[in-house]
């Protein structure tokens, strides 16, 4: 059973950009969680979507947003890119949300100058 | 405002020399908690799941426990390919809205050397 996917995997940009990361989570799972990770903050949840809604919210500002599409496949975006925003941008999915186990992609690295 | 801490930040043993790994948290409402193990560069993959108060899990020579108050993960016997940062979850749910949702420690950098 493949994993979790993640694309791309590392990213540069500069200030103000935007940006879109791509997750596909395993067949079968309808949840997709999101979360920022960062060495002062660790693992911060931004996101869950579940059969294409939005069903939990984290602590982040409106710049950062995401979809989820009807094959489950997911989607994230940042506006306005702040130096602040380079991470490790992890996703998650799972059957049927976060009180499940859930099973974690690579994570994508971007990197904002 | 839920809380999960992890002790100690980091941690060096000896190739064999055990130890245990502390998770504490404070929720409104614990409905699970979960251990992953992170390799750089890679995402955390999971460990375990305990759900009740004196629930243990093994796996190879890693034990998890859970009390009402924290989690212990113990680790008998490491070897170098144990070495990862260990990461702590806890599940809760949102009275509000009664969405479930998962609060992370920092995690333990865990080094074992030959």
């Known amino acids: 059973k493949a994993g979790v996917t993640q694309t791309p995997r590392y990213l540069i940009k500069t200030r103000g950009q935007q940006v879109t990361l791509s997750c596909s989570p395993i067949?079968?799972?309808?949840?997709v969680s999101w979360y920022q990770q960062t060495p002062g903050q660790g693992l911060q949840f931004l996101f869950e979507?579940?059969?294409?809604?939005?069903?939990n919210k984290g602590n982040f500002p409106g710049r950062f947003s995401g979809r989820q599409f009807s094959n489950s496949r997911s989607e994230m975006n940042v506006s306005t890119l702040e130096l602040g925003d380079s991470a490790l941008y992890l996703c998650?999915?799972?059957?049927?949300?976060?009180?499940?186990?859930?099973?974690f992609g690579p994570g994508t690295r971007l990197l904002v100058l | 405002e839920d809380q999960v801490t992890q002790s100690p930040e980091a941690l060096r043993l000896q190739e064999g020399e055990s130890s245990s790994l502390n998770c504490s948290y404070t929720?409104?409402?614990?409905?699970?908690l979960f251990w992953y193990r992170q390799d750089p560069g890679k995402g955390p993959e999971f460990l375990f799941t305990?759900?009740?108060a004196g629930e243990e899990k093994e796996k190879e020579r890693l034990k998890a426990t859970l009390t009402k108050k924290e989690s212990f993960l113990h680790i008998t016997a490491p070897k170098p390919e144990d070495s990862a940062t260990y990461l702590c979850?806890?599940?809760?749910?949102?009275?509000?809205?009664?969405?479930?949702?998962?609060?992370f420690g920092k995690g333990t950098k865990l080094t074992v050397n030959p």
């Open positions: 929720v409104s409402g614990l409905r699970g």
């Open positions: 979850a806890v599940q809760t749910r949102d009275g509000r809205g009664g969405s479930e949702k998962l609060v």
């Open positions: 067949s079968g799972h309808r949840s």
């Open positions: 305990l759900y009740s």
């Open positions: 998650a999915s799972s059957l049927q949300g976060q009180g499940e186990t859930q099973y």
């Open positions: 979507y579940f059969s294409e809604t939005q069903r």
